[in-house]
């Protein structure tokens, strides 16, 4: 009876702290540590390293990201870059796997994981954008073959260490990349926030701080600049998934191969050269997102007049702001009827919107020789400090030093 009773007692004390008897508050760190090293391995060595190669990996930091993912999510590296290849592919179109754009933010916030299984099964996908993923021994004889076994031993490791309670980590570690990457990220990244760039989808930035997320917060700023290592652009922003980098690089564990670019200034230039044009064609998100603060300088200045003089009514004068700061081809026909009834009380706000298109049309143009390219944005520099608007004259002056 006593041999009985003390088994009992051990068995139960081992199912209430497991081999280690951590408390609670060194539970909810560990769970913390160990989903961070999830977040991190997703961002650093899926993301940046695999699906873009932004970066190189040492085969250490590598091997290890893979065992991890392998153990704390059962993801395939094929899978999950040919996804997310697919997705920059056909982003916010109904081919893409996962935009709310055209599935509605709940289906993608609540079932994101759920649009991820589909989409690995299609295996159109896998071939066409799965290129250049690991295909060594390992990859397909463990990790792609067994990939749920990962997360049951990470089960039962997390019950032998910690009893009980490992349950309950082990179930927030499973959720935790369907509902950071596959839900918000994918979800709330392409429907909330903020833009520091007007790219072609709907990205944007949830927050400036990319902590929690590893630095998939910058949404925005990583759609437009798809193949940066880097994905925080401004002096506020900061992204923990670059700090990982560079500490692995100073390591030699890892090599950068790209950053967004970074505008480079020739103050002074009085005409604009071959070295602005193509500063401007390749800092092309830069120069708009800059004319966008131009207008909205411009904006403050006709507004006290359009209310004086035309009397339009706040409603519509909010709308149209929001109108103005979109991408023109995006505007639908109704929207640009509402515009051209703006632009009717404002020529100012007419010429700062007919200028802003002309000036990305000098990157669409591929058609044209260097020649013509830079002929027309010397005209359109000498045209916007002609024009009499100081916001319009301002920003030329600074797009002539590109350099």
Not at 26 to 50: D, E, G, K, M, N
Not at 241 to 257: D, F, M, N, P, S
């Amino acid at each position: 009876m006593n041999l009985l009773s003390t088994t009992v007692d051990a068995v139960l004390g081992f199912l209430d702290g497991g081999l280690i008897g951590l408390s609670g508050w060194q539970v909810f760190f560990y769970t913390l540590a160990v989903t961070h090293i999830t977040i991190a391995s997703v961002t650093i060595y899926l993301h940046r390293h695999q699906a873009h190669r932004a970066l190189e990996l040492h085969a250490i930091p590598s091997h290890f990201f893979r065992f991890w993912l392998w153990l704390t999510t059962g993801q395939v590296t094929k899978e999950w870059a040919a996804i997310h290849r697919k997705h920059h592919a056909k982003c916010d179109t109904e081919e893409d796997p996962h935009s709310p754009v055209t599935r509605g933010i709940k289906k993608v916030l609540f079932e994101g994981a759920e649009l991820y299984r589909a989409e690995s099964k299609n295996l159109e996908t896998m071939e066409k954008y799965g290129h250049g993923t690991p295909t060594d021994w390992i990859e397909r004889n463990v990790y792609t073959r067994f990939s749920w076994q990962g997360v049951v031993l990470q089960l039962i490791i997390n019950v032998a260490l910690f009893g009980v309670i490992g349950i309950t980590i082990w179930a927030v570690q499973m959720m935790w990349i369907p509902i950071t990457a596959a839900g918000i990220i994918n979800g709330i990244g392409h429907y909330w926030g903020y833009r520091n760039y007007d790219c072609a989808d709907a990205a944007t930035n949830i927050i400036p701080f990319g902590i929690l997320i590893g630095g998939e917060e910058l949404h925005n700023n990583h759609h437009t600049f798809a193949t940066s290592a880097k994905l925080s652009s401004k002096w506020y922003e900061f992204d923990i998934g670059w700090l990982y980098i560079r500490i692995l690089e100073t390591c030699g564990l890892a090599k950068v191969r790209r950053v967004a670019p970074e505008p480079k200034f020739a103050h002074g230039k009085l005409v604009a050269d071959f070295d602005t044009l193509q500063s401007v064609i390749a800092n092309r998100y830069d120069v708009m997102a800059k004319y966008a603060k131009s207008f909205k300088h411009a904006w403050h200045e006709e507004v006290p007049h359009l209310r004086q003089k035309a009397e339009l009514e706040y409603r519509f004068l909010k709308s149209s702001r929001k109108l103005l700061q979109r991408e023109p081809a995006k505007l639908e026909a109704s929207h640009k009827q509402q515009l051209v009834e703006l632009f009717e009380h404002s020529k100012a706000l007419e010429t700062m919107h007919n200028m802003r298109v002309e000036l990305g049309a000098i990157w669409e143009r591929s058609h044209f020789t260097r020649d013509q390219l830079l002929h027309q944005l010397q005209d359109w520099c000498v045209r916007a400090e002609a024009s009499g608007i100081k916001s319009l004259q301002e920003f030329s002056m600074r797009l002539r030093s590109y350099a």
